[in-house]
Every structure is written in C-alpha cells, then in structure tokens.
C-alpha cells in the first residue's frame, strides 16, 4: 500500500537569514568564487612579500615594481568583494525596511513544494535543482540563482526532519541531494 506523507513548515525569516542566503548565492556563483579565491591568495601573497622582505628593509620601487601584478590584484579583488557585500547588504535594508520579518509557509508534498508567501507559488520535483541540509538548515535550490532557506528550528519535531528527508530522497535523485545521515545515537 502507498504512503503519502506532507509535512507542513511555518518559518519566519529576519534580515540576518535573507541577507545569509544572499551572499551564499553569490559565492555559489562560478565567478564570485574564483574572486574570492583571488583576493585571499593574493592577500596571503602580499602579507607573504612583506614578511619575507620586512617593512623597514623594502626597497618601494624595486620591490613593489617586480611584483605590480600580483600587488594590483592583491588590492582590487578585495576591494570589488568588498564593494559586492556591502551593496548586497544595503538592498538587503532596503528590502527590510517595510518588514521586519518574513513569514512564509512551505508544503512538502508528493507533487513538490508549495510556498505561501503573499500569493501561492508551487514548485514541481522535477524544477528543483539541488538539495543541502546543514546542521542548522535545509537549503533548496530551484534554480542556480535561487534558493530556499528553511531553518531545522521551525520543524514541530525531529520526525516531521525525517520525513521531510523521506520525502527528498523519495523524490529527487541522489546526486540533487546532500542529506545528513541520521545518528545512530541521536535521541
């Protein structure tokens, strides 16, 4: 006989969340990951120049010339890191500033997931792109500009988790899914 289980998630979402969820979109994104992996090998590369040379031995303009690349992107990289988090978390403000709290319903079901949130918005197994459960989250990918934050702490229960865990491993294919296992010593 088929077993149809639903499992119901009321969550409340503040500006820490959003603004989380934001900036782990963008370094999910190809070239904001290889900015980042550049800005901080190029800032181990000057902190590494400076401390082999020492500060009062520098010669400035023999020292700093032959490594002008490395020192120009040392300093720009970051910078345009920078400049990305800070403009993310200003549209994160601003966005806030009519609402304190966003509050959202998500259905898991077999058909997929319907989101409550001002109107009904469903989304189908097959539109789900990824899967990852963390130790204090569950984050759903739809697409790879989007995602779906849904903390563990909204769950009523650690049953209505393994379900919803049933219900993903049911539903998606293996490699869409990185799913914790469950302990064997968990209570």
């Known amino acids: 006989m088929y077993k149809s289980e639903t499992v119901s998630v009321d969550v409340s979402l503040n500006e820490k969340d959003v603004l989380l969820c934001k900036y782990r979109l963008l370094l999910n994104k190809p070239k904001y990951g290889v900015m980042t992996g550049i800005s901080v090998f190029s800032l181990i590369y000057i902190i590494q120049l400076f401390m082999t040379v020492g500060l009062s031995a520098i010669n400035y303009e023999r020292d700093i010339s032959s490594h002008l690349p490395g020192v120009a992107i040392a300093v720009i990289f970051p910078i345009i890191i920078i400049l990305i988090l800070v403009k993310n978390w200003l549209l994160n403000k601003k966005e806030f500033n009519a609402e304190k709290i966003i509050r959202m319903n998500y259905f898991f079901s077999d058909f997929g997931i319907t989101i409550i949130y001002k109107m009904e918005n469903n989304i189908s197994w097959n539109g789900i792109s990824k899967v990852i459960e963390s130790k204090n989250n569950f984050i759903i990918y739809p697409s790879e500009n989007s995602l779906i934050l849904i903390p563990k702490k909204y769950f009523k229960d650690t049953e209505q ?14 490699k869409k899914l990185s799913l914790k296992k469950k302990s064997l010593y968990s209570t």
């Open 161 to 174: 988790i393994e379900v919803l865990k049933n219900i993903l491993t049911e539903k998606l294919p293996k």
